[in-house]
């Protein structure tokens, strides 16, 4: 039954494609992304994107399905990568797990928190319309804690999950408007991006790791763990900041340019501008105070 449904996941993912929802969406991304492929290539991975969205819409929902020797089935890692993240989390340090709109990412909070990790993710929050709810209830079954923030709230509710020992899922490739954004690279292209994660490495003295689902042909997913990841020290912490979600944002830009057709290419990642030359520039961070017993 499960089979069929997110078959059905794909189908009505395909259906979206061939409606135009969001296809001008897909598009642009994609034509900013690959000046070099051809029209007709960007299609097939625009219209594959929605098919996989579809998919693992159905995957996540229908998770909690699973029993746990088919969730160790279906989940693989690499030996030596899980010996690390182990290891982590025995060492009772803060952990922020970065990840991004890539493959199955809902799933990789969902089942690493059925396997007994306590997970609190931060995600944007979306909205109170029906399938906001139904999309959150989906996430309450599988036992996560959704940290809906808007803009100030993140730092806080970072730092109180973290302080109740669990690990923190951070979204990484969300377009964040407004004056506290850093300008990274993606493709080449500046992208506002949110520099939480490297605060809390600075700050929280978090270990941080870069993680991603990928699914693969046969119905299984590889999760892939890079890290720990540590931000320079050079004296300049405006420039450490950016230099380390510069790397977190090519780290991804390696994995989307492998797998294009598992990013999320129907959001806006490039929406928000950097201000011109001369325009209020962004305010230097506040303070964070570390979670108890990082320091």
Known sequence: ?????????????????????????????????????????????GKQTLVNIGRMAVEFLTVTKI?????????????????????????????????????????????HNLQGYKIAMVVRRMGAGWFGRF?????????????????????????????????LGYVIDQNMPGHRAIFP???????????????????????????????????RHQIVIEGPLEPPDTGDREADVLAFIQDLNDRLERWVRKYPERWYWLHRRWKT???????????PARRIDPPRGAE
Not at 195 to 219: E, Q, W
Request: proline residues 7%; charged residues 25%; contains cysteine.
């Open 185 to 219: 690279t993606f493709f080449g292209v500046p992208a506002a991006t949110a520099p939480t994660p490297a605060y809390l490495a600075m700050r929280s003295k978090a270990i941080v790791f870069f993680m991603l689902d990928v699914p693969l042909p046969d119905g």
């Open 273 to 283: 501008r950097p201000p011109a030359e001369g325009e209020r520039r962004p305010r």
């Open 1 to 45: 039954m499960r089979k069929f449904l997110i078959g059905l996941g794909g189908a009505l993912g395909w259906l979206l494609w061939t409606l135009h929802v969001r296809r001008r969406v897909v598009m642009d991304n994609l034509r900013l992304a690959f000046p070099e492929w051809t029209e007709a290539r960007r299609r097939e991975v």
């Open 67 to 111: 029993d746990r020797a088919e969730m160790d089935r279906m989940f693989i890692y690499d030996p030596k990568m899980a010996e690390v993240a182990s290891a982590a989390l025995q060492s009772k340090r803060p952990i922020v797990v970065c990840t991004a709109h890539f493959g199955n990412f809902e799933n990789l909070a969902a089942v």
């Open 135 to 167: 999309w959150n209830k989906g996430r309450s079954k599988a036992g996560l804690e959704v940290l809906e923030v808007t803009r100030g709230e993140t730092l806080r509710a970072a730092q109180r999950a973290m302080r109740e020992g669990k690990v």
